[in-house]
């Protein structure tokens, strides 16, 4: 009874909910193994996805958005809050326990260069997780592997090939086709066009948006290019120095961005148009250590608009300003 109890608390709409999520990186440790000093990669990071659906992670380098995509998929262990993946609790999982819950949770790397193996051919590197989670009998291996591989659009003969004959957007293929082999459900997508050209990065998109129709998966896709992330998303979270200062619809985020990092990031963006003027708005300073996060809002040492005496001091309070569009600034409390 207990465990029905506690299922019910979780959204049965959400393929994914993370509550509070955080990971810290120790530094410094004492003599006996005490952690004296940590970075804090992710901070009290909270949202929903629905099955379907693409949530774009956007955010400077160093923001936490790759920790954060490897923290759901317990590549790191969390140091507090909670995953729930299709309305289980996969916080405190062992590896053992975790072997089932691979097949439905994958990832596509950034690097599709240092992310195959060099000594195996395409056929080897599709075909092992295959095997290793049966997903069909080992005669019929073969030739789900070559279906994969044409859904992805690489050629039946690249199966024999090793991965230094590809350019870098038919590595990537390969890389997406290796993470839909298991028939995955959600797909962290850790910037899988940033290493390539702008013409393959179109390529890759347009395929992503296609398997995801056919396939019917849920994406979570980390970039720094907001206008891949808007194309290809459905919801948008900003992260800022480990933590989501902003959350919501593409429609909503992009028709009225709230915090004022969101506006300086959405400043950045080029216009097509050379009549179009734009109100660029330049951010002062570095993005500070996440080993030593400043108090108050995170982002009071850079932002334009920072209340002296509040911002520095008082961290803001993460709201609901509707629709589900949340933001954390002490600027929109006041209001």
């Known amino acids: 009874m207990a465990e029905e109890k506690t299922t019910q608390q979780f959204d049965p709409e959400a393929i994914l909910e993370v509550r509070n999520l955080r990971k810290c990186f120790p530094i410094k440790k004492t003599f006996t193994g005490k952690v004296k000093q940590e970075l804090i990669a992710v901070d009290n990071v909270s949202f929903k996805l629905k099955a379907g659906e693409t949530l774009g992670i956007v955010g400077e380098s160093g923001c936490g958005k790759t920790t954060l995509g490897r923290t759901i998929l317990k590549l790191h262990e969390s140091n507090g809050g909670q995953i729930i993946f299709e309305g289980k609790d996969i916080t405190n999982l062992k ?158 985020i992009f028709a009225n961005p709230l915090h004022p990092y969101t506006e300086a990031l959405f400043s950045a963006i080029p216009q097509p148009d050379p009549d179009i003027k734009m109100n660029r708005i330049i951010l002062k300073g570095d993005i500070p250590s996440p080993a030593n996060p400043p108090k108050g809002c995170r982002f009071h040492t850079r932002c334009p608009k920072a209340i002296a005496g509040l911002c520095d001091e008082v961290t803001p309070e993460y709201r609901d300003f509707g629709n589900g569009h949340c933001a954390a600034c002490h600027l929109l409390n006041k209001d």
Do not use: W
């Not at 439905?104 to 000594?119: A, E, G, V």
């Not at 293929?173 to 990065?201: G, H, M, T």
């Open 95 to 252: 590896s053992s326990e975790m072997r089932e819950i691979r097949k439905k949770m994958q990832i596509i790397f950034q690097d599709p260069y240092s992310s195959l193996p060099p000594r195996s051919t395409v056929g080897g590197i599709l075909s092992e997780p295959v095997e290793v989670h049966n997903i069909v009998p080992k005669s019929q291996v073969k030739d789900y592997v070559l279906d994969l591989m044409d859904k992805c659009g690489l050629r039946d003969y690249y199966y024999e090939r090793y991965p230094h004959e590809f350019s870098g957007g038919q590595r990537q293929r390969i890389c997406i086709a290796r993470a839909l082999s298991v028939n995955p459900k959600l797909v962290i997508c850790d910037e899988p066009v940033s290493a390539l050209d702008v013409s393959i990065q179109a390529q890759i998109i347009n395929l992503l948006k296609k398997l995801q129709q056919d396939m019917n998966l849920t994406y979570l896709f980390i970039s720094h290019d907001l206008s891949v992330v808007k194309f290809i998303s459905d919801k948008i979270g900003v992260m800022y120095l480990g933590s989501m200062v902003e959350f919501g619809t593409k429609e909503d």
